[in-house]
């Protein structure tokens, strides 16, 4: 990876200033995260709201052995708007690009450069809880994230089957026989 000199003299001091940012991209609108405080506005023009502290990522794995990990964001303190998108409809969210940044910052806490993409992510499943504090209801929202990698293993063109044949073309009776030849000797050709 390519840093500019900023951020290469950051990186060679004792003390690294750096902040993760979330994007999760639903299919009605994209909302903007990060785990400091109030609104940010990074180089590249985009405005992340502030969670205060309140925010976690699970580790960001590498896929290895053919694994494809899940990755865990847990946002606590968010309003009301980020909480219904677990209570809405499945494909506001589902399959839907969830993107992490690293945002780099100097000494008075000032950004450097435009944030760095470190792993691309879709959304699966969102989980909302709702607890009713002095101050009103806190909402925290737990949303688990896969590569896009994890239908690798499954077959490319279907399952050789022939119902799901029939679904692609009904006329096509190529595999209608498939289930009853297991363990059955075949002479080919027949002379």
Known sequence: MDFSAAIAAQLAGDVVRVDALVEFQFASETIRLWNGFGQLTT????????????????GIDQSINGSAPTQTFTVSGVDSRFAARAKGAQAEYYRQPVLTYLQFFDEDWQTLD???????????????????????????VSVAAETPFI????PPNGY????????????????????GIDGKSILFPDW
């Open 43 to 58: 180089s590249d023009a985009k405005t992340w709201e502030g969670l205060s502290g309140l925010g976690s990522i699970s």
């Open 114 to 140: 435009a944030p760095f993409a470190v792993a691309f992510r879709q959304m699966d499943t969102i989980k909302a809880r709702r607890e009713m504090t002095d101050d009103g209801p806190v909402f925290t």
């Open 151 to 154: 239908t690798r293993r499954r």
């Open 160 to 179: 050789f089957t022939d119902r799901h044949q029939k679904l692609i073309d009904p006329t096509d009776l190529g595999l209608a026989y498939t289930a």
